[in-house]
Each structure stands twice: as C-alpha cells, then as structure tokens.
C-alpha cells in the first residue's frame, strides 16, 4: 500500500488524488470507500446529505446498484493547498427501467491534514442517452 498523499496539494498530487478517486469508484466496492474520509466528513450527492463515515456505506449500497455497467471518467478542474475541484462524467443503465444516463457534474473536496476527505460537496445533473450514445 502506498502512502496517503496529503495537502498542501502540488499538481502531481493532485491529478493523483484525483486518479485515486476515479479507480475506487469504478471498482464499486462500497466497504472500501470511507477509509479515505475523515469520521466527521459532510457530504453532499445532489439532493441527499450525509454527515459521518459511517453514513457512506448504506448510502453507497443503496445508490450503486441501480447504476447498472456503470464507468466514471474524472478530470482535474483545479487545486490548492486542501481543496481540489474536479469535473466528472459518468455512463450507467438503470437496473429498473434499462434506460442509459449520461451523469455530468462537479465536485469539490477539502482535506484534513492527514489527506483524509472532510468534504466531498458534488453537483451532477442526469441526461438520458441511448445505448448508441455512450462514450465511456
């Protein structure tokens, strides 16, 4: 395991936390995800907030698998010492209905000094595309 990359953030750092976060979010595995926020972190997904590790998981559980054949690509917008903003667009077919979304949005994070995640504030918007359309 490597060492955790924590602020003040160089450009390097910062496209690799962003690198980072990409991967654990394509690998989908929700009991892997709050080791990487602080206990106390605040969330915002859209309409939904969640205050505390141990909210991530059920929500987590609850949201990925209606996102069925889901693929997140997500680009560095810009950093500073703890914080680092991101753009990110996402493809995924709904469980129920089968119809495909494209998700396009925002984040902005801030770290603690041990590089843990306190805020995670994400601003996305869903598209319905045909299967035809996808990208990802």
Known sequence: MS???TPPFTEATARQMVQNAQDAWNRRVAEDIPGDYTVN???RYKDAFLVGRKNIVPFLKERWPL???YRLKKELWVFGDDRISVRFISEWRHRDSGQWYRTFGNEHWEFAADGLMSVQDI???DVEIDESE???
């Open 123 to 125: 601003s996305a918007n």
């Open 41 to 43: 972190t605040k969330w």
């Open 67 to 69: 996102q069925q054949e």
């Open 3 to 5: 060492e955790r990359i």
């Open 134 to 136: 996808r990208t990802l």
